[in-house]
């Protein structure tokens, strides 16, 4: 029946009804005259089988009366007339009428409950409103939603009374919109307000309602709350942001694992984008610094679901090795199955950097103290052997036979004399005379020397900068820095080659520093040597400065050339750093603070003073046997002298003295007492007194702090006798 239903809905209702009554009468006539009577008598029951049509809308039911009326004809025991056929007719038709109505009806009722419910059990929300924006209907949920108990309260109503109230005319704008066009709008996001004032993200759908005739009546509606989906996004997209934007690379890869995701600083730190990643293997970063059982204990532990953190020495796309800490976890889904792999990972390539240079520091400091106060030692016990033997030498005839062996033992002194302060310089525990110079004017009066030094066979370049800023430093000291580095220059180039001395200012900023540590930001003047030699690799580059270590063979050189070039520019507040390639050659690079000060012109040479005095002295050193030198030595040449082995003897001498005491001889760092502090509680008595201090080496801070200030005397051991009378009989006529 639903069959044709489809066909005769395509006809008029009276063509289909002409239609239906001409082929029953053709199928069912028996000769003309009882086609005749049939055609009469369903042209008398036409109005019954169109109130069929009517009450059951279906062609199907109009048939059937139709049907039934002509086989009631065709089967009968006897012809019936037309008004004996239209009454039973009748008859039978209004009884099918009232039977199949009552069935439609039955079925309508049950139909719309069906609907109704499957409406109201929907989680979306339904509802539809008229032309004016008048609810005319909708489900439980809804009706829930706008703060009433059934839908049927809903009816009648419009937004301004619902629990939404202040998005009513968004909503109504929308509704109008839907009405006026015809067009349906969809999936668009809405804002709504619960009944306890909650707010609410709706994804709402709405298309035109249609009446009988097909002309819009209302709206039809739809939506359903994604509020948790919205949160969950939002979770989820700043989540994927801040995997995007994290400073450590981050990689996920399957169980198997290929890569399937890699955030730009992956791509950073790798130089493999994103797209290049995906669907290769880690294994594309190996490098081959860690052997295969490296990677089978990780795997191993990666397995068994367990988090795997180590360092990896990993390799970029251009070749490039780099370090990276990482952390590797597993990803399980709800069966507890891993399915992914995460690895979040840090490049600590400069960090490991910065570690090694500041250990390297940390190292020369160590060793710096440990040289420095060996070299104090062994100063005093040169200082003996070196005062004695001039007293001897002296003392010997010309042609005694002994002289030249005790001219040895000098010889032997001085060069011991000469590793010491080495050492000293290293251990930044020499003391400095340090004065405002120009840098370009050490290296003019260097030249000469230095080209002689490093030999016909190596082109010498000079390259200095006309307006170089001033540095302090101690002058001999600077001499001695360029010598040892001209040195090591021509050393490396057997062969010949170049080498470059230049000057310049530089201004080293925030970033040169962080790479630089423990470099300060700020303006330095630049010292730069360049040769062209053999170059060093950089297991050799991070001892280079370690005193007695040394690329040559044995016999050449001791080891502490570059180690006092260290010290030297560490005690001058400066940094030393070194640049070198393996048969291309070596830079150093030294860095002096940079000062405002005008750089003297030339420095004045000391008169050579008398030897020979009367005056007191109040002589304090606690070595033995360098003390009794120093008192022969100065009682010889006519001086009056108090000895003190220690402070606190010093100033009861001081105290219990009548007379005057011109001068004091006095050891910088001794037990128990300081020489600046004896002579900080003597001065108040005795303000006529002058001072000369000596020593091995003096403490960086007590240096730092001006020790060495103008009017100040010092000697630095070893020292001869000759030098400690020049140098008491000096600052006495100083006046």
Same mark, same amino acid.
């Given at each position: 029946?639903?069959?044709?239903?489809?066909?005769?809905?395509?006809?008029?209702?009276?063509?289909?009804?002409?239609?239906?009554?001409?082929?029953?009468?053709?199928?069912?006539?028996?000769?003309h005259?009882?086609?005749?009577?049939?055609?009469?008598?369903?042209?008398?029951?036409?109005?019954?089988?169109?109130?069929?049509?009517?009450?059951?809308?279906? !062609?199907?039911?109009?048939?059937?009366? %139709?049907?039934?009326?002509?086989?009631?004809?065709?089967?009968?025991?006897?012809?019936?007339?037309?008004?004996?056929?239209?009454?039973?007719?009748?008859?039978?038709?209004?009884?099918?009428?009232?039977?199949?109505?009552?069935?439609?009806?039955?079925?309508?009722?049950?139909?719309?409950?069906?609907?109704?419910?499957?409406?109201?059990?929907?989680?979306?929300?339904?509802?539809?409103?008229?032309k004016?924006?008048?609810?005319?209907?909708?489900?439980?949920?809804?009706?829930?939603?706008?703060?009433?108990a059934?839908?049927?309260?809903?009816?009648?109503?419009?937004?301004?009374?619902?629990?939404?109230?202040?998005q009513?005319?968004?909503?109504?704008?929308?509704?109008r919109?839907?009405?006026?066009?015809?067009?349906?709008?969809?999936?668009?996001?809405?804002?709504?307000?619960?009944?306890?004032?909650?707010?609410?993200?709706?994804?709402?759908?709405?298309?035109?309602?249609?009446?009988?005739?097909?002309?819009?009546?209302?709206?039809?509606?739809?939506?359903?709350d994604?509020?948790?989906r919205?949160?969950?996004?939002?979770?989820?997209?700043?989540?994927?942001?801040?995997?995007?934007?994290?400073?450590?690379a981050?990689?996920?890869?399957?169980?198997?694992?290929?890569?399937?995701?890699?955030?730009?600083?992956?791509?950073?730190?790798?130089?493999?984008?994103?797209?290049?990643? %995906?669907?290769?293997?880690?294994?594309?970063?190996?490098?081959?610094?860690?052997?295969?059982?490296?990677?089978?204990?990780?795997?191993?532990?990666?397995?068994?679901?367990?988090?795997?953190?180590?360092?990896?020495?990993?390799?970029?796309?251009?070749?490039?090795?780099?370090?990276?800490?990482?952390?590797?976890?597993?990803?399980?889904d709800?069966?507890?199955?891993?399915?992914?792999?995460?690895?979040?990972?840090?490049?600590?390539?400069?960090?490991?950097?910065?570690?090694?240079?500041?250990?390297?520091?940390?190292?020369?400091?160590?060793?710096?103290?440990?040289?420095?106060?060996?070299?104090?030692?062994?100063?005093?016990?040169?200082?003996?052997?070196? $005062?004695?033997?001039?007293?001897?030498?002296?003392?010997?005839?010309?042609?005694?036979?002994?002289?030249?062996?005790?001219?040895?033992?000098?010889?032997?002194?001085?060069?011991?004399?000469?590793?010491?302060?080495q050492?000293?310089?290293? $251990?930044?525990?020499?003391?400095?005379?340090?004065?405002?110079?120009?840098?370009?004017?050490?290296?003019?009066?260097?030249?000469?020397?230095?080209?002689?030094?490093?030999?016909?066979?190596?082109? !010498?370049?000079?390259?200095?900068?006309?307006?170089?800023?001033?540095?302090?430093?101690d002058?001999?000291?600077l001499?001695?820095?360029?010598?040892?580095?001209?040195?090591?220059?021509?050393?490396?180039m057997?062969?010949?080659?170049?080498?470059?001395?230049?000057?310049?200012n530089?201004?080293?900023?925030?970033e040169?520093?962080?790479?630089?540590?423990?470099?300060?930001?700020?303006?330095?003047?630049?010292?730069?040597?360049?040769?062209?030699?053999?170059?060093?690799?950089?297991?050799?580059?991070?001892?280079?400065?370690?005193?007695?270590?040394?690329?040559?063979?044995?016999?050449?050189?001791?080891?502490?050339?570059?180690?006092?070039?260290?010290?030297?520019?560490?005690?001058?507040?400066?940094?030393?750093?070194?640049?070198?390639?393996?048969?291309?050659?070596?830079t150093?690079?030294?860095?002096?603070?940079? %000062?405002?000060?005008?750089?003297?012109?030339?420095?004045?040479?000391?008169?050579?003073?008398?030897?020979?005095?009367?005056?007191?002295?109040?002589l304090?050193?606690?070595?033995? /046997?360098?003390?009794?030198?120093?008192?022969?030595?100065?009682?010889?040449? $006519?001086? /009056?002298?108090?000895?003190?082995?220690?402070?606190?003897?010093?100033?009861?001498?001081?105290?219990?003295?009548?007379?005057?005491?011109q001068?004091?001889?006095?050891?910088?760092?001794?037990?128990?007492?300081?020489?600046?502090? %004896?002579?900080?509680?003597?001065?108040?008595?005795?303000?006529?007194?002058k001072?000369?201090?000596?020593?091995?080496?003096?403490?960086?801070?007590?240096?730092?702090?001006?020790?060495i200030?103008?009017?100040?005397?010092?000697?630095?051991?070893?020292?001869?006798?000759?030098?400690?009378?020049?140098?008491?009989?000096?600052?006495?006529?100083?006046?």
């Amino acid at each position: 029946m639903r069959s044709l239903d489809t066909v005769f809905d395509r006809f008029p209702r009276w063509q289909a009804v002409g239609l239906c009554l001409g082929l029953n009468a053709i199928i069912g006539a028996g000769d003309h005259y009882i086609a005749l009577e049939t055609l009469g008598a369903l042209l008398y029951v036409l109005p019954v089988a169109l109130g069929a049509w009517l009450v059951g809308r279906s !062609f199907g039911l109009a048939l059937a009366v %139709i049907s039934a009326v002509a086989s009631f004809v065709a089967d009968g025991p006897q012809v019936l007339t037309a008004s004996h056929l239209g009454e039973g007719g009748i008859f039978l038709t209004v009884a099918l009428l009232a039977s199949r109505a009552k069935e439609h009806q039955a079925s309508e009722r049950a139909t719309r409950m069906i609907i109704e419910r499957i409406i109201d059990t929907m989680p979306v929300r339904v509802f539809w409103k008229d032309k004016h924006l008048v609810y005319l209907g909708c489900n439980a949920a809804f009706a829930g939603d706008a703060g009433f108990a059934e839908p049927k309260d809903v009816i009648g109503k419009d937004d301004f009374q619902m629990a939404w109230r202040d998005q009513a005319e968004l909503y109504r704008a929308d509704d109008r919109q839907v009405i006026e066009s015809g067009c349906s709008k969809l999936l668009i996001e809405e804002p709504q307000t619960t009944p306890e004032g909650n707010a609410l993200v709706l994804l709402t759908s709405k298309v035109p309602l249609h009446g009988p005739e097909g002309e819009i009546i209302g709206v039809l509606g739809t939506y359903m709350d994604i509020t948790e989906r919205k949160h969950a996004q939002e979770t989820s997209i700043r989540l994927a942001t801040a995997v995007d934007q994290a400073a450590e690379a981050i990689m996920i890869t399957d169980a198997a694992g290929s890569i399937l995701y890699a955030n730009p600083a992956f791509e950073k730190a790798t130089g493999y984008t994103c797209e290049e990643a %995906i669907g290769q293997n880690p294994r594309i970063l190996k490098s081959g610094r860690q052997e295969a059982g490296f990677y089978r204990e990780m795997w191993t532990v990666l397995s068994h679901g367990g988090v795997w953190r180590g360092r990896l020495f990993n390799k970029r796309k251009d070749g490039t090795l780099f370090e990276e800490d990482a952390t590797i976890s597993p990803v399980r889904d709800a069966t507890g199955q891993i399915i992914n792999y995460v690895a979040v990972k840090r490049d600590v390539t400069n960090e490991t950097r910065l570690e090694q240079q500041l250990f390297q520091a940390q190292k020369m400091e160590a060793v710096g103290r440990l040289a420095g106060g060996v070299a104090h030692d062994f100063n005093n016990l040169l200082g003996v052997i070196t $005062g004695y033997g001039e007293i001897v030498h002296r003392r010997l005839a010309g042609e005694d036979p002994l002289r030249e062996k005790v001219e040895q033992i000098l010889r032997a002194a001085e060069r011991a004399a000469g590793l010491t302060r080495q050492l000293l310089a290293f $251990g930044r525990r020499q003391v400095l005379q340090p004065k405002v110079l120009d840098l370009n004017a050490v290296v003019f009066d260097m030249e000469k020397m230095l080209r002689r030094l490093i030999g016909e066979d190596v082109e !010498f370049t000079t390259v200095l900068e006309p307006r170089l800023g001033s540095v302090k430093a101690d002058p001999g000291q600077l001499e001695q820095v360029l010598m040892n580095l001209a040195v090591n220059a021509r050393d490396a180039m057997s062969e010949g080659g170049r080498l470059t001395i230049e000057t310049r200012n530089a201004d080293l900023n925030e970033e040169y520093a962080a790479r630089h540590p423990p470099t300060r930001s700020g303006p330095y003047v630049a010292l730069v040597v360049t040769d062209t030699g053999s170059g060093m690799d950089a297991a050799t580059q991070a001892r280079i400065f370690e005193p007695f270590f040394s690329t040559k063979e044995v016999g050449r050189g001791t080891g502490l050339g570059l180690a006092t070039v260290y010290g030297i520019v560490k005690q001058s507040e400066g940094y030393v750093w070194v640049y070198s390639e393996v048969g291309v050659g070596t830079t150093f690079k030294i860095y002096l603070p940079r %000062i405002d000060e005008q750089a003297k012109l030339a420095r004045q040479q000391e008169p050579g003073p008398l030897l020979r005095g009367s005056e007191t002295v109040l002589l304090v050193e606690d070595e033995a /046997s360098l003390r009794e030198l120093l008192r022969e030595a100065l009682e010889a040449s $006519g001086y /009056s002298v108090l000895v003190a082995r220690d402070g606190a003897e010093a100033l009861q001498i001081a105290e219990a003295h009548v007379g005057t005491i011109q001068i004091m001889v006095t050891d910088v760092i001794m037990p128990g007492m300081t020489g600046p502090k %004896i002579v900080d509680l003597v001065a108040p008595t005795r303000p006529e007194m002058k001072v000369v201090y000596i020593s091995g080496y003096s403490d960086a801070s007590v240096t730092r702090h001006g020790l060495i200030a103008a009017g100040t005397s010092f000697l630095s051991k070893p020292f001869s006798p000759d030098a400690l009378l020049r140098k008491v009989r000096g600052s006495l006529d100083a006046g």
